[in-house]
């Protein structure tokens, strides 16, 4: 009895010792480690772990197929077609004439040299206008001040509006009575912009185009800073 004692007891011992798990103990054992299983990663990780220039890729090729289908192709239809002569009241008759257009029949419109000029001073203007203001407007925005978020929506105030509803309303800031622009002009000692002559015309364009274009300059400056 003795010996069966002092067994039980250095058995005890054991049981009680750190780290044992005897085959009759009721504590849980260590299990063996599961293999691990293949995760999908999922597309903010896949994208992350994607170099720089993938990564702008794969960002870039929604916009490059939608610029593909609605710009792209109008413009090369429309360059395929100035190389036929076609006339609005003889739709039967569209011979190829190459660079016929260009050479010969566009050098001598005298219409289309007129408006030439001012084009391009239009878009210089309007380009120069538009792009100081973008960015200042994106560095205001970017520097997270108290009123950027409110800028923000102000920014996006011009997409918001129709083309059509752009005219009406730049129609009415410039009518000589009530408008609030020829208001502020007299104000300032400025003559009034009549838009029913060519020269006020041309400047309201001009601020209704810069006003339009300053938003989607405004985005590609955030973008890049």
């Not at 044992?20 to 995760?39: E, F, I, N």
């Not at 008759?93 to 219409?111: I, K, Q, S």
């Not at 185009?209 to 938003?215: L, N």
Request: positive net charge.
């Amino acid at each position: 009895s003795g010996g069966a004692s002092s067994t039980d007891g250095s058995a005890a011992h054991l049981k009680s010792a750190p780290g044992y798990a005897g085959l009759d103990d009721d504590r849980p054992r260590s299990v063996t480690a599961r293999p691990r299983r293949l995760r999908r990663l999922s597309p903010n990780r896949w994208l992350d772990r994607l170099p720089e220039g993938h990564f702008a890729l794969v960002v870039a090729i929604p916009g490059l197929l939608l610029v593909s289908v609605f710009v792209l192709l109008p413009i090369i239809a429309a360059v395929g077609l100035s190389a036929f002569r076609i006339e609005m009241l003889r739709d039967d008759f569209t011979p190829f004439v190459g660079f016929r257009n260009y050479a010969v029949r566009l050098v001598a419109d005298t219409e289309f040299l007129g408006t030439f000029p001012v084009t391009l001073a239009f878009a210089v203007v309007t380009s120069t206008l538009a792009v100081p203001l973008a960015l200042a407007t994106a560095l205001l925005i970017n520097g997270r001040g108290r009123f950027s978020g409110a800028l923000a929506v102000v920014l996006l105030l011009p997409w918001a509006v129709a083309p059509i509803a752009d005219g009406i309303l730049w129609r009415l800031l410039f009518e000589p009575r009530t408008g609030v622009a020829t208001y502020i002009l007299t104000l300032l000692g400025l003559p009034p912009v009549v838009v029913r002559e060519a020269g006020g015309m041309l400047v309201a364009m001009v601020v209704a185009v810069t006003w339009r274009a300053i938003p989607l300059l405004a985005i590609l400056f955030l973008g890049a800073l």
